[in-house]
């Protein structure tokens, strides 16, 4: 029933999916200089996935703090589930300036090269090793980013990071992560690591579980360039519950 009120306030959700073709040309018709792609899956037409990004913000980065952050959510679509694609930085006032978004089936790799590629044709100066690129560690995402920014410095999110610790270790092990993040040399991470496993039950496994992680993607003392005082992309992509609203 909820499904039937919905297409009567906002139209057929499967149908929508074919008023895209019509969407992208109004964009490009309002925005010249915008980057709009969308393709279809081979054997059935159907809609496949989406990239927009606005002329406005294709040379911005130039202008904004050097650190891209890279996520996707779910939408509201529960009978056609879709992915919601972020790119987006902070300007010089720590304000979220969203990049560029896009839309596909899935959080996959073949997904997120597809958005990069285009990412990567869109935004001037993204190519760079002046340029960090910050995100999850989602697998698909992880490999695409090295295959596609090979220049660029990338960079875990500690939030994910330690919502996996906590998972894994329970909250004493989030704290000595914390630590290890602002660890200001290498002598002082390893001192924190060695402590961890002396003092707590769980440490041995701690230390295996930290020391697959590279440094130069989460501590400080190992990061090639500044992170403007940030160790999450929570304060660089939306938040999800606003995300969601789209």
Same mark, same amino acid.
């Given at each position: 029933?909820? #499904? ?5 306030? &906002?139209?057929?959700?499967?149908? &929508? %999916?074919?008023?895209?073709?019509a969407?992208?040309? @109004?964009? @490009? #018709? ?7 792609? $969308? #393709? ?6 159907? %809609? @496949? ?47 979220i ?11 996959? =790799?073949?997904?997120?090269? $597809? =958005? ?5 044709? &869109? ?14 560690r ?36 989030v ?13 002082? =991470? ?6 961890a496993?002396?003092?707590?039950? %769980? ?13 130069? @993607? ?19 992509? %939306? ?6 609203? $789209?």
């Amino acid at each position: 029933m909820r #499904d039937i009120c919905q297409d009567m306030i &906002s139209g057929c959700q499967m149908q &929508s %999916f074919s008023h895209i073709p019509a969407l992208c040309a @109004r964009i @490009r #018709d309002a925005d010249s200089g915008a980057i709009v792609d $969308w #393709d279809t899956f081979e054997d059935s037409c159907t %809609f @496949r996935r989406l990239f927009v990004c606005p002329s406005a913000t294709r040379p911005i980065l130039r202008f904004c703090q050097k650190m891209v952050a890279l996520d996707a959510c779910f939408t509201k679509n529960k009978k056609y589930p879709t992915q919601l694609f972020l790119a987006t930085v902070h300007d010089g006032n720590s304000q979220i300036v969203p990049l560029a978004y896009g839309l596909a089936p899935v959080e996959n =790799f073949e997904n997120w090269m $597809w =958005f990069l590629h285009n990412l990567k044709i &869109s935004i001037q100066d993204l190519s760079s090793d002046e340029v960090f690129i910050v995100s999850d560690r989602q697998k698909g995402l992880e490999k695409a980013v090295s295959e596609m920014l090979p220049e660029n410095p990338h960079m875990h999110c500690g939030h994910h990071l330690k919502m996996n610790v906590q998972k894994h270790f329970g909250k004493v092990a989030v704290q000595v992560l914390q630590n290890l993040f602002h660890a200001p040399y290498e002598e002082r =991470f390893n001192s924190i690591l060695e402590e961890a496993g002396n003092r707590l039950d %769980f440490g041995r496994k701690f230390v295996q579980y930290v020391r697959r992680i590279d440094p130069e @993607r989460y501590v400080r003392y190992a990061l090639p360039l500044p992170r403007y005082g940030r160790t999450t992309i929570t304060e660089f992509v %939306f938040r999800l519950d606003a995300i969601h609203a $789209w």
